[in-house]
Nanobody
Framework: QVQLVESGGGLVQPGGSLRLSCAAS????????MGWYRQAPGKQRELVAT???????NYADSVKGRFTISRDNAKNTVYLQMNSLKPEDTAVYYC???????????????WGQGTQVTVSS
């Protein structure tokens, strides 16, 4: 079993910055793709950014140039640096990881518990 623990959410004014972190622990052999998703009230969950093990990245058009995803493979951690935040970035942010487990060497997708990001003056 694998657990993902997120941190770094909060309340920030428009134009401000936040950095989210998500650390995985448990029966981990290796982690392939990592990503961040978000869900605003009344809306479907949407992709924000993804990063492969070789650090190839992909971003939603709405966050390109403002958000940066990165990862530390040694720490099994993914980060999301969010700059120039806008009120429309307000949502619960979830991390996701595709993990190959040590127990059976099969791949599973895990989600974090979610962290609230509120952008408001």
């Amino acid at each position: 079993q694998v657990q993902l623990v997120e941190s770094g959410g909060g309340l920030v004014q428009p134009g401000g910055s936040l950095r989210l972190s998500c650390a995985a622990s448990g029966s981990i052999f290796s982690i392939y793709a990592m990503g961040w998703y978000r869900q605003a009230p009344g809306k479907q969950r949407e992709l924000v950014a993804t990063i492969t093990r070789t650090r190839s990245t992909n971003y939603a058009d709405s966050v390109k140039g403002r958000f940066t995803i990165s990862r530390d493979n040694a720490k099994n951690t993914v980060y999301l640096q969010m700059n120039s935040l806008k009120p429309e970035d307000t949502a619960v942010y979830y991390c996701q990881m595709d993990v190959r487990e040590q127990t059976d060497y099969r791949s599973y997708t895990y989600w974090g518990q979610g962290t609230q990001v509120t952008v408001s003056s």
